[in-house]
Each structure stands twice: as structure tokens, then as C-alpha cells.
């Protein structure tokens, strides 16, 4: 099996865009955009949803499925050489991984909240970003169902993962960031 890892910054009341599925600026930040980067880099694969993409110099280099209820199974994505729209409805992850010819590694589920969510129950790591000045009301939740209460951190937990440290990735403007891990409660990951 390999590795599934979660990426999100997420407001204080665990929303990740507004109701129009923008993403505001309050939850845009730079030390967040530069770990998420980072991380994509040394990924196999990003997948995430048809209004969702990490942007950047460097993502066209990725390979990546894009889950979209348009096809029936997995199809070519004719403005994206490297990447496949996915119906998880008519292929499994891995079928579909080995249509885009990615072998061994980590798949990064970018979001957004129904992907996120339905990949819940497979995560072996969330890296979970939190900008505690900024809040959505009437938001897009992280997790289907899941704002304040629960959180999302309840929603981890309830899946079996555990926090590891917490770190300031920029304290003036109160951006956190927690690795969730379902193997030990003491892993952290450097921005
Ligand atoms: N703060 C963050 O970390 C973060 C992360 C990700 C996204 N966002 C923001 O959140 C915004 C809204 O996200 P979103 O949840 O609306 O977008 P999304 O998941 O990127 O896109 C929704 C679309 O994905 C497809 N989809 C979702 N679930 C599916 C399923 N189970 N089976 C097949 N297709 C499925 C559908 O595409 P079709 O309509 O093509 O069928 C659906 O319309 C994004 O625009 C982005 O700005 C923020």
C-alpha cells in the first residue's frame, strides 16, 4: 500500500473557502504555501478535485488525478498532459494510478472537502495548517459535516491519528501547523 497524506489550512472555525468556494485571503499565507510546495515535490502523485490545484511554477511538473463526476472511470485530462480525471465511482485509486504510470510513493490529497473526506479513513498522515486569526462564517468545511464542533482535529482522532508537535510557521499571523500521524504521536515535519 502506499502512503496517503492530507494537506489543508483550515480557520479558526475550520473552513477551508467561503461559501462560493473561494479561498480568502485570511487563510492564504506564505509559510504554509511554501511547506505545501515543498512537500508536492517529493510526492508521486496529487490528487485532489476539479476545483481545486496547488498553483505554482512548478505544478504542471506533477502528476495528478483529478476527481470529477464528468467521465465515467479515468479519461485523459486534455489540458493537463500529466494528469487523469478520476471518477472514484468507476475505478479505484490504484487503477487509476496505474493508468498515470505512477509506481511507489506518497499520494497528497489536496482537497477539497469531499475528497478530503473521502479519504478519511486512509490517511497515514494530515498535515493540518491552522490560521487561528481567520474566520468563514457559512464557510466550505474541511470534512463534509465538520466545523466547530466537531473539528477537524475531532474528525482525525476519531479516524485514529494522533498530533505531533505543534509549530508557529508564522506567529504574527497566528499560522500554525500540526502533522497528524496515524503511526506515532510524536512526529513533526520542518517547513
Ligand atoms: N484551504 C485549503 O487547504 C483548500 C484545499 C483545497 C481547496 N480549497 C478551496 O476550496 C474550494 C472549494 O472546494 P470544493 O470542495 O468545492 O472543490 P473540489 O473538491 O476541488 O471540487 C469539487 C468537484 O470535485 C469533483 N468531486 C468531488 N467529490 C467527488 C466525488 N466523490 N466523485 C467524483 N467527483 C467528485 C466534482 O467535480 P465535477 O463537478 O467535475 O464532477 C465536484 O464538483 C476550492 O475552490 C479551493 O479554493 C482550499
Known amino acids: ?102 509506481g511507489a510513493g506518497t499520494a497528497a490529497i489536496i482537497g477539497g472537502t469531499e475528497v478530503f473526506g473521502m479519504f478519511l479513513p486512509l490517511y497515514d498522515a494530515f498535515h493540518l495548517t491552522r490560521a487561528a486569526f481567520a474566520k468563514i462564517p457559512g464557510g466550505r468545511p474541511l470534512f463534509p459535516g465538520i466545523g466547530t464542533q466537531p473539528t477537524p482535529e475531532d474528525a482525525l482522532a476519531a479516524h485514529g491519528l494522533k498530533p505531533g508537535t505543534t509549530q508557529d510557521i508564522d506567529a504574527a499571523a497566528g499560522v500554525t501547523l500540526t502533522t497528524w500521524t496515524r503511526e506515532a504521536a510524536t512526529t513533526t515535519r520542518n517547513s
Open 1 to 102: 500500500m502506499r502512503r496517503i497524506e492530507g494537506y489543508a489550512i483550515v480557520s479558526a472555525d475550520g473552513m477551508i473557502a467561503d461559501r462560493d468556494g473561494a479561498m480568502p485571503g485570511s487563510i492564504r499565507n506564505d509559510a504554509d504555501q511554501k511547506f505545501l510546495q515543498t512537500e508536492l515535490d517529493h510526492v508521486a502523485v496529487v490528487v485532489h478535485g476539479a476545483r481545486s490545484h496547488e498553483g505554482g511554477p512548478r505544478a504542471a511538473r506533477r502528476k495528478r488525478l483529478i476527481v470529477t463526476r464528468r467521465i465515467a472511470s479515468v479519461a485523459p485530462d486534455p489540458s493537463h498532459p500529466n494528469a487523469l480525471l478520476w471518477n472514484p465511482a468507476g475505478a479505484t485509486l490504484q487503477e487509476a494510478l496505474a493508468k498515470l504510470n505512477v
